[in-house]
């Protein structure tokens, strides 16, 4: 029989009530639409602290209560809230050529909180691996629609190589955070 694992520590919040699973989910939205507004002007994508804020939620919350977060931003976004980046909103944005880093912000939340309630006390080499795996997947998602947009290689120069040395450290960044997430929920008392 396995030693049963505990839950992420948002999951778990999450559980408690109906009022406290849609605030989770509200401030986690709310969270990705001001990650996308601390952003560095690029073309044809603008680098953002999105996808610091979606691996740690994700890490944080497992994967149902990331699928709402990430869900609840997207719809939000669609239907006209300024939550994307450069306060943008609309089916335009996910039809350019952030579309696919749109979507993937949905795949990876899916994959990371997933494998995080697998096994949330993780070392730091786990919680770096599973962080890096949340961008790849993101990164493969952003670039491959962007290739459809304006072809491979410049989807590879533009859309992913500028993007490596901050996904670096936004791995290392989210790797801190749920560390010390981790070490906070150990050392909180029990009720």
Sequence with gaps: MMPHTPAPPLARLATRSLAWRLALVALGAAVMAA??????????????????????????????????IVGVYLVAGLLGAPVFSGAKSGLAVLMGPTGGYLVGFLVAALVVGWLAERNWHRSVAQWTALMT?????????????????????LAVEKGLVPFLPGSVVKILLATATLLLAERMVAERPRR
Excluded: C, D, N
């Design 35 to 68: 990650g996308a507004q601390a952003s560095v002007p690029m073309v044809p994508v603008p680098m953002t602290l999105q996808s610091y804020a979606l691996v740690t939620l994700a890490a944080l919350a497992g994967w149902r209560l990331a699928g709402e």
């Design 133 to 153: 795996l949340g961008h790849v997947v993101l990164l493969a998602f952003g670039v491959g629609w962007l290739a459809v947009k304006i072809g491979t290689p």
